[in-house]
């Protein structure tokens, strides 16, 4: 089975990680353990300054999953810290928890890049799920590149179009589909099974007939020689490779 990089970084996932910023003790304590309990990996800081240094040892983005972040910290308020935060670039997501829980504070919180804000009092399992629908959001694998280039061929994922040694070719939407699992795959050898099974699903597993068509089709859209292959090549008894 073809296993593509976003698969594979969930398959070894490592527990999803929480910042909690807050000054008193036994709100952090609190929501500490309860986030402990769910599986989650979490750790806390008790003002902004110990918040930033953490979360400034990785990259904000990769070290952490979550932040949550209280509002009145000793040293900095909490829209401080999240304006640091994004100005920074990262898009770590942000749940403010805060006594303050007027419009306009609310309104603040959001201006400044966070992305949900829960008033002070909640109860720890509507905290809970609000922390599990902005992991889940921001759970989604990466988009994969816009642009694939394999050697002198382009493929452009954005605008659906292949630039081959810098003229655009035509290609059907399964030629495309094809070029385009080869060009995220450049120098693997990939069965016809594998083949059939991402562009033509499990049913036409067999039919391969249709899948070395389509291989010759684009070996003449992009070889310089077809009957020569230098892109796609196959490999006897196994399948294909790109190049
Ligand atoms: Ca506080």
Redesign the pocket.
């Known amino acids: 089975m073809l296993t593509s990089e976003a698969n594979k970084a969930r398959a070894s996932r490592r527990p999803e990680r929480i910042l909690i910023v807050?000054?008193?003790e036994s709100i952090r304590e609190a929501i500490a353990h309860s986030l402990q309990r769910e599986s989650y990996e979490v750790l806390t800081a008790a003002d902004g300054t110990a918040g930033l240094d953490l979360m400034q040892r990785g990259n904000a983005a990769i070290a952490f999953d979550l932040l949550i972040l209280?509002l009145?910290?000793p040293d900095m308020s909490g829209f401080d810290l999240c304006r640091q935060i994004r100005h920074q670039g990262s898009n770590l997501p942000i749940l403010i928890i805060s006594a303050k829980s007027s419009e306009g504070d609310r309104v603040t919180g959001l201006d400044l890049g966070a992305d949900d804000y829960l008033p002070k009092p909640f109860g720890m399992r509507e905290l809970i799920a609000r922390c599990r629908v902005l992991l889940r959001r921001w759970d989604a694998p990466p988009p994969p590149p816009p642009l694939l280039t394999v050697r002198d061929i382009v493929l452009n994922l954005h605008l659906a179009n292949v630039l081959v040694r810098g003229k655009e070719i035509s290609l059907s939407p399964k030629e495309f589909q094809l070029l385009e699992i080869f060009m995220l795959h450049p120098r693997q050898v990939l069965t016809r099974e594998q083949l059939m099974k991402q562009v033509w699903g499990r049913e036409a597993i067999g039919d391969y007939k249709t899948l070395d068509v389509h291989v010759r089709w684009l070996r003449e859209k992009l070889e310089i020689n077809p009957s020569q292959p230098e892109y796609l090549i196959t490999m006897r008894g196994f399948g294909y490779r790109f190049c």
Do not use: A, P, S, V
């Open positions: 807050e000054d008193e209280d009145m910290l």
